[in-house]
């Protein structure tokens, strides 16, 4: 299943690779782009467990840069 997410106070490119590749590495995703132009974050992951997926992609999101936010 793939969604797509607005983000919100994404303040750098090299911030929007590393929550990518951080988001990459949490079991369940299949893929993930995030955009640091369009402010959007695209995930491809298990539809049974997109609810549990994305805790744990905010999570990653606010250790990397406090202030940005996925808007759900």
């Given amino acids: 299943m793939k969604k ?4 919100e106070n994404l303040d750098c490119a090299n911030c929007a ?3 990518e590749a951080a988001i990459k590495m ?3 995703v299949e893929d ?3 955009s ?3 402010q ?3 995930v491809e992951a298990e539809e049974s467990r ?3 997926i994305m805790e744990q992609v905010v999570s990653v999101c606010k250790r990397i840069e406090p202030d ?3 808007l759900l």
């Fill in 4 to 7: 797509k997410f607005k983000v």
């Fill in 40 to 42: 959007k974050l695209t």
């Fill in 36 to 38: 640091f132009m369009m």
């Fill in 17 to 19: 690779a590393k929550m």
């Fill in 26 to 28: 949490i079991d369940g």
């Fill in 32 to 34: 993930a782009v995030m």
């Fill in 68 to 70: 940005c936010r996925i």
């Fill in 50 to 52: 997109m609810e549990e």
